[in-house]
């Protein structure tokens, strides 16, 4: 344990086994899967710490994005450390934070130490503490999720009614984070009709896209963006429409390199915000769709209606990616649309 101390790894959490549905459930904790890597193949996850490192496990061998059981049903713990990167990117020696209080923070069971429970998963849904780090502080406009952390975390903690699946908060929860709660110190940020939030809400637990339409500064962008901190916990996986934006932008691209090197493979695919959020199950915002060509708007019929993106490039199974529950998007048009909707 004094060992521990001095180290900037947990020795005793390396090597364990755990079922890739436990790895993937303490995303509800604050963890995220690293980037993918060489074939999609997520090999870390980690979590921030306040003072802008991230604590990191490596996972063996590796989740591959959208398809989380493709590599078996056990992940085993490689290796547990302190990161100096934010998003826990690269292993650093000598990190100065106590390793105490990283493994409180890590909250992985010690496989040496009796457990309360017995053994038995309970209920995984205590809130991920979304961490503020240092560099966050000083963005000039930080994310909503980041804005409301302190409000977001006791929500989940004393949410204890059933969440839609993927979902960070029940719905009640979430309605509550809107449009505020006053005896529980949560503030209101959407003025107007609550029963908007209400089918907002519901349209997105029934795995369906939501279209906000309006005339400006009617907050349709700050709807969008509380709905996708509500739900998912990150409202970053945002798409922004314009008159130049294209396919790749929405769906995916290609790394030019390998691609001419090896031809298309999950390896040289690019993935943008709409594969990446059905894929990890989350919501992806679409800001200002309308101002998009219509050919480019029409390439989400697809994942919209049928839940599932084509990659035709690939094959096999790699050519179709399905929506992961959770995953939705909320997407604002610009007034025009709203004339040419109705
Ligand atoms: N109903 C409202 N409740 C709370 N804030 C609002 C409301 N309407 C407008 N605002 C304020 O106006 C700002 C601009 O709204 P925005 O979401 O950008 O509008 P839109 O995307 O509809 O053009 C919001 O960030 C918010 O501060
Ligand atoms: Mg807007």
Redesign the pocket.
């Known amino acids: 344990m004094d060992e521990e101390k001095e180290s900037d790894t947990l020795a005793r959490f390396s090597g364990i086994d755990i079922p890739v549905g436990k790895v993937l459930s303490l995303e509800r904790r604050g963890w995220r899967r690293g980037s993918p890597q060489d074939a999609g193949i997520q090999c870390w996850i980690w979590r921030s710490l306040p003072d802008g490192r991230a604590i990191t496990a490596g996972l063996n061998p590796g989740i591959a994005v959208g398809y989380v059981n493709e590599l078996g049903e056990v992940q085993r713990f490689e290796e547990i450390y302190i990161s100096q990167s934010s998003d826990g990117g690269w292993y650093s020696p000598h990190a100065a934070i106590p390793v105490l209080d990283a493994r409180r923070r890590l909250r992985v069971r010690d496989p040496a130490r009796p457990h309360r429970d017995g053994g038995a998963v309970t209920n995984p849904t205590p809130p991920p503490t979304p961490t503020v780090t240092a560099a966050e502080k000083r963005m000039q406009r930080p994310s909503a999720e980041v804005r409301y952390a302190d409000e977001l975390a006791r929500l989940r903690a004393s949410d204890d009614a059933a969440r839609p699946p993927g979902w960070a908060l029940s719905l009640r929860a979430a309605r509550r984070f809107i449009i505020g709660d006053e005896s529980a110190g949560i503030t209101?940020?959407?003025?107007?009709d609550p029963s908007l939030i209400d089918r907002a809400l519901v349209s997105l637990a029934t795995s369906r896209g939501l279209m906000?339409v309006?005339?400006?500064?009617?907050?349709?962008?700050?709807?969008?963006?509380l709905l996708a901190a509500a739900v998912s916990g990150d409202s970053t996986l945002t798409i922004q429409g314009g008159a130049a934006t294209t396919e790749d932008q929405i769906k995916y691209s290609w790394n030019y390199a390998l691609l001419v090197a090896e031809g298309p493979s999950t390896r040289s695919l690019v993935a943008a915000p709409l594969l990446r959020g059905m894929a990890e199950g989350r919501v992806v915002r679409f800001?200002e769709i309308t101002r998009c060509p219509l050919e480019v708007q029409d390439c989400l019929l697809s994942p919209l209606s049928d839940r599932v993106l084509t990659v035709p490039e690939l094959t096999g199974e790699d050519a179709l990616v399905f929506a992961r529950e959770g995953s939705t998007s909320s997407r604002?048009p610009t007034p025009a649309t709203a004339a040419s909707t109705r």
Not at 188 to 192: D, N, P, S
Not at 215 to 220: H, S
């Open positions: 209101r940020k959407f003025v107007g906000l309006g005339e400006p500064g009617t907050a349709k962008s700050l709807l969008s963006e800001e604002r």
